[in-house]
């Protein structure tokens, strides 16, 4: 399971809403590690964000992503 989620990182485009430092730096490290590209900025021009990582849904980006169709999932979704 762990090598299918790495392949499937591996295309990923990951942005971050919702988190301050350490723990958004954290998050980066970690999304690196598993083979995906990160991003600060969500936007709907390429490269297009493939996943946005938030703790809840509130934020504008989640907003934003929710119109553009982006899944949005919470931290843990990285480590399943």
Known sequence: QLVQQLADLSEA???V???LEPERSLIQRL???LGANFTERLTKRDPK???LIAPNGESKKCR???QW????HTL???GE
Not at 69 to 72: A, E, L, Q, R, Y
């Open 17 to 19: 809403s919702g988190y």
């Open 31 to 33: 999304a690196e590690q």
């Open 49 to 51: 964000v493939t996943h």
């Open 13 to 15: 485009l990951i942005c």
């Open 69 to 72: 169709g982006v899944p949005i």
């Open 64 to 66: 934003y992503a929710r």
């Open 76 to 78: 843990e979704w990285l």
